[in-house]
Every structure is written in structure tokens, then in C-alpha cells.
Nanobody, 116 residues
Framework: LQLVESGGGLVQPGGSLRLSCATS????????TGWHRQAPGKEREAVAC????????NYADSVRGRFTMSRDTAKNVVYLQMNNLIPEDTAVYYC??????????WGKGTLVTVSS
């Protein structure tokens, strides 16, 4: 499974961005998918995830109510809509997929910078 993120960039506080993660090599229904981020000098943290069935979505407390994760199984693309961004959201955002034997797949990441 290959994962390629896009959509990062520079945005002012209060602004919005939508990240995309294009997958290839398999179908999304076989994987739980998630977004993680790593800020400078900090450990990588989970931001949001969707179960393989698509029926369950979970968010970190720090982004709940501001970020929305979704997926398009026809296109095999996963999205992260980020609204009301704050400087603390600045990080490299990574797309992740986990299969039924808990093998993890990662993209190379896309940088999001929130600054005025």
C-alpha cells in the first residue's frame, strides 16, 4: 500500500486547510486509516482515525470540533479538513493505514504552518 499526502502549506491563524492522502495498491476498506502529526521537537501524535468499516471516527482532544476526517472509498482517498487553525497545529502531517495484522503504512508527510 502506498500513501501520498498533499494539501499542506502556510495559513494564518483562524484559517482552513484540507489535506488529502491518496492511496494505491489496495482498497481503503481493508485498513483503518489515520492522520498523525509531528511538531518540531515533539513526538508524533495521533490526530484522527477512521475504522476500516468507516463506521467509527475518533479525534484527539486538541482537534475535536475543529478537524474532520473523511474518506472516499471510490477514489481511495482520505481527507482531513482543518478549520480554525492555531499556531499549535503547525507540524508535519502524516497519513497512516493499518491492516488486519496491525502492519502500519506511512506516507512521507506534508507540512502545515500556521502563522501570521
Amino acid at each position: 500500500l502506498q500513501l501520498v499526502e498533499s494539501g499542506g502549506g502556510l495559513v494564518q491563524p483562524g484559517g482552513s486547510l484540507r489535506l488529502s492522502c491518496a492511496t494505491s495498491g489496495s482498497t481503503l476498506e481493508e485498513y483503518a486509516t489515520g492522520w498523525h502529526r509531528q511538531a518540531p521537537g515533539k513526538e508524533r501524535e495521533a490526530v484522527a482515525c477512521i475504522s476500516s468499516s468507516g463506521r467509527s471516527t475518533n479525534y484527539a482532544d486538541s482537534v475535536r470540533g475543529r478537524f474532520t476526517m473523511s474518506r472516499d472509498t471510490a477514489k481511495n482517498v482520505v481527507y482531513l479538513q482543518m478549520n480554525n487553525l492555531i499556531p499549535e497545529d503547525t507540524a508535519v502531517y502524516y497519513c497512516n493505514a493499518r491492516d488486519e495484522i496491525n502492519a502500519d503504512y506511512w506516507g512521507k508527510g506534508t507540512l502545515v504552518t500556521v502563522s501570521s
